[in-house]
């Protein structure tokens, strides 16, 4: 995981939509990200894993009865997607999802291995009390 990276300064496009905590909300985070996505022309793959990833360990960790998750979409001019899913459990924070070699990850820890291997940064910002963010960053000038 890398160091907390300040929010874009300069967005081209925002996107932002609040979701329940449901496995229908995890769904229609990657549905909904897709077709913005489409919209402004960008690559699907692979930002719609990592919204499926993020979104599904918001339901699956980050849940709290009666509160939902937000999805944060956001293209800066440096050619940047922001991928930031918020949910409601400040105190149930990801770690790394690296293991020592050879050793397997937990059966709950392949989600963030393959948000590690397919994002260029990744991160966890507290915030807003009492919840967390989990992020998630995308080159898309190279």
Known sequence: MSQEITAPSTPL?????????TRR??????????????TWGLPLDPARLIVAELATNAFV???VPGRGFRLGLTVTASVTLRIEVTDTRGECVPTRARTLAGAEPAESGYGLLLVEELADRWGVRRGPAPGKTVWAELDLGQ
């Open 13 to 21: 496009h925002q996107f932002t939509v609040p979701l329940s905590a």
């Open 61 to 63: 960790h980050g849940r």
């Open 25 to 38: 909300g995890a769904r229609l985070a990657r549905l909904l990200s897709t077709e913005q996505l489409r």
